[in-house]
């Protein structure tokens, strides 16, 4: 599961707590005579229809950036209409459970949005206390602090998204040189050992460019792609450590050179064993000439399932 669908998940998580108590709550009231069953069973509606939608909206595209804005828009339904009904003036504060797991999405937009959208939600509710006369001297201050307190709350978390977003767009630029750099890095590695296969020039670039569209075609994240990408750079790394002589034989190998031909796949996998950063890099040089009728090297084991690491073994899954 992937950043967004985990922010979207955990978003939905706290909307359903937030419902659940508040219901609870309400129909508590009831039986204490504070609610009539009618208004309850709208504010349910208005609460856990919304809720639903957006909550089978994320089984359906659970890492959706738009579900945001459903969740926030499908809240405020619930929202506005316990804020203009609710006999309590603490009412406001209501909207802070979201604000507090939206903040997670880095947004500055959306926060922007929710909270001009709250405080105008406010605003109404203000003026319409105002117009039936519940609004005195004495209790003018609490509608003051009301307010202030949204304003200066959905301030203070739009600018720390603006923030978090110009500190992370330096990060990202940064962590992509740095990767322009390892790829480079990595496609100069690869022309040296087609260089010294003088037999397969291109060979490392070609199958790093098949796998990479193999991986996109079947289902693959981009990260993922790139990954099997660059296995490919690296498959036949191994045949650095086979000799001159053996490699660059124009002829047929004998079955010592052609035993110690077989062994570059392991020699490639013991070279890559300690990188970690790329998952799969070493399995990938070392099962790359496996075969399902036990045939490869250098295992030869029959009936096996080859990694998906394994770059040339991706075409198998498409024919």
Known sequence: MD?????NRAVLTT????VFVLISAYVL????????????AVFVLLLV???LICTVW???DNDSPKL?????YGYLIGYVFVLLTSKSQMAFVYVFPLLSSIILFHDANLIAQLGISSIIANMIDVLMEIMSGNVAEGNSRDIEIQIVCLVTCFIGCYLASKLYDDLNRKSMASYKQMQQVSLQTIGVIANTVDAKDSNTEGHSR????YSYALAKK????DEEAQNIRTIGLLHDIGKIGIPDAVLHKPGKLTEDEYRIMKMHPTIGANILKDITVIDGLSVGAHYHHERMDGKGYPEGTEGRTDPIHCPHHLCSRLL
């Open 68 to 72: 945001r804005y459903g969740i926030i």
């Open 29 to 40: 009231e009831i039986f204490k005579g504070q609610r009539t069953v009618a208004y309850v």
């Open 206 to 209: 070609r199958v790093a460019a």
């Open 15 to 18: 909307w359903h707590l937030f």
């Open 3 to 7: 950043r967004s669908a985990k922010i």
């Open 49 to 51: 229809v919304p809720m």
């Open 58 to 60: 994320y089984h359906k």
């Open 218 to 221: 079947l289902g693959m994240s």
